[in-house]
C-alpha cells in the first residue's frame, strides 16, 4: 500500500458521500461532476485494498471499515482546516494596529514587557497607547470605539469581557524618619495625616476601607499624581496609600509598609465581547496572557 497515493480530493469525497448517503448530493456539494466523486471513491479503494462504500438503488451506506476510514478522513480534513487558519493568522500579523488605553502606572511597568513579547514575534504590528485615569474614562473610549483593549483596573458589565492578569496590592509609604515597624496598625494611621489618590476609582476604594476600619479615619491630602504623593511622603507630611505598581519606583529614602488591612486592585484586560477584533488583538492578549505578577508588596 502506498499512502503517497491518497489525495484530500479523495477523503472530501468519501466524507461527503458518508454526509450526504449518495454520489450525486456529494457531487453537487463538492461541485464537481458525479462521475469525479465515484472515480475519486473507487481510486481510494483501490489503493486501500477495501470496500468502503456498498452501493444500492437507494444510495450509498458506509461499510463498517469505511465508518473507521471516514472517522479518520474528517480528523484529516480538520487539521487542514487548522493548518490553514494558522497561515491566514500569520498573514494577518504582517502589520495592524492595537490601540491600548492603560493607567501610567500599568503603562509604565505592565505593557513594556508585553509589547516586547508582541513585537519579537510580529514585529510590524503597530501599538498606540492612550493614559487615562479614571475607569469610567476607559469604559467611555471602549464603548465609542477609540480604543481595542484597556489594560488596567478590570471593570465589568454586560458589554464587557476581562482577562485577569495580577492583583495589585494597595501599600503604604513612610518617609525613612518615621515608624520602624514593617506592619502598620490602625492606630498608626490615625497618627499621621493620610495622602492618597483623588481619582474616584482609587480614592473612594481607600475611603470604604479606612471608615470600615475606623469611621474617624479620613485622607488629608487627596493628590492627582502618584510622583506627587511621594514627593509628600519625603518631606515627611505623611502617610502615603496608593497601589504598589503606581508606588513604583520607591525612592531610596522612601519606606514600604504593609497596611493593616488587605487591598488590592484586578490589573488586567478589558474588551467589548460583541467587538470583531483583529488578529493583532488577540496576538497582543497572549502576549500580555504570559506577563506574571509585578511583585508582591514587601514591607522594608
Do not use: W
Not at 486501500?48 to 456498498?54: A, E, T
Not at 498573514?91 to 495592524?96: A, C, I, P, V
Not at 476600619?213 to 519625603?234: C, F, P, T
Not at 514600604?256 to 465581547?273: M, S
Amino acid at each position: 500500500m502506498n499512502l503517497t497515493k491518497l489525495k484530500l480530493s479523495q477523503l472530501r469525497s468519501l466524507v461527503a458521500v458518508a454526509d450526504s448517503g449518495n454520489f450525486s448530493e456529494a457531487a453537487l456539494d463538492l461541485e464537481v461532476t458525479q462521475s469525479t466523486v465515484s472515480h475519486a471513491i473507487a481510486t481510494l479503494e483501490e489503493e486501500l485494498g477495501v470496500v468502503l462504500l456498498q452501493r444500492g438503488r437507494h444510495g450509498a451506506k458506509l461499510t463498517p471499515v469505511g465508518e473507521r476510514v471516514t472517522i479518520h478522513a474528517r480528523q484529516m480534513l480538520h487539521l487542514l482546516e487548522e493548518i490553514a487558519t494558522e497561515a491566514e493568522h500569520a498573514k494577518g500579523l504582517q502589520g495592524g494596529t492595537v490601540r491600548i488605553a492603560s493607567f501610567r502606572s500599568v503603562a509604565t511597568h505592565v505593557l513594556p514587557s508585553a509589547i516586547a513579547r508582541l513585537h519579537s514575534r510580529y514585529p510590524n504590528v503597530t501599538i498606540s497607547i492612550l493614559e487615562m485615569d479614571e475607569i469610567h474614562e476607559l469604559q467611555r473610549a471602549l464603548q465609542q470605539g477609540q480604543v481595542d483593549v484597556c489594560v488596567a483596573e478590570t471593570f465589568c458589565g454586560e458589554d464587557f469581557e476581562s482577562i485577569h492578569i495580577f492583583d495589585d496590592e494597595y501599600v503604604a509609604l513612610l518617609p525613612p524618619s518615621g515608624l520602624r515597624s514593617a506592619q502598620l496598625t490602625p492606630e498608626d494611621l490615625q497618627r499621621y495625616p493620610l495622602i492618597t489618590s483623588s481619582h474616584n476609582s482609587c480614592g473612594s476604594r481607600i475611603h470604604l476601607q479606612l471608615q470600615q476600619l475606623n469611621s474617624s479615619l479620613g485622607a488629608a491630602y487627596r493628590i492627582r499624581h502618584d510622583s506627587s504623593m511621594v514627593g509628600m511622603v519625603k518631606q515627611g507630611l505623611g502617610i502615603a496609600i496608593l497601589p504598589r505598581l503606581a508606588a513604583e519606583p520607591v525612592p531610596d529614602d522612601v519606606r514600604i509598609c504593609a497596611l493593616p488591612f488587605a487591598l488590592h486592585r484586578p490589573i488586567g484586560a478589558t474588551f467589548l465581547k460583541a467587538a470583531l477584533h483583529t488578529p493583532a488583538v488577540y496576538a497582543f492578549l497572549d502576549a500580555l496572557q504570559e506577563t506574571g505578577a509585578f511583585g508582591a508588596a514587601k514591607a522594608v
